[in-house]
């Protein structure tokens, strides 16, 4: 389900810049549930990583709350 949820913000996301997606997007999620809070309200994030055939740059915010500092992406070395 998160797969699809990622593709969809990507998607999303390539609309907004007005950037064309020209091939079929693939995504694998590997996340485990966190406690986390946003205005004193405590939720459940997700940390974890996940791999896409589509480049995003380091630092760019994917999801809800992304102003907050959540969704924030950086490239795994190796």
Known sequence: MLDRTLI???LSMS????????EQIR???DVKP???TLKGVSMI?????FSINFYIPDYL???KSVS???????AMSG
């Open 61 to 63: 915010g994917i999801g």
């Open 8 to 10: 969809g913000n990507i």
């Open 45 to 49: 994030g997700f940390m974890g990583t």
């Open 68 to 74: 907050r500092g959540f969704g924030t992406v950086t």
């Open 27 to 29: 995504a694998e999620v």
């Open 15 to 22: 609309k907004g810049l007005e950037y064309v997606v020209t």
């Open 34 to 36: 966190v406690s986390t």
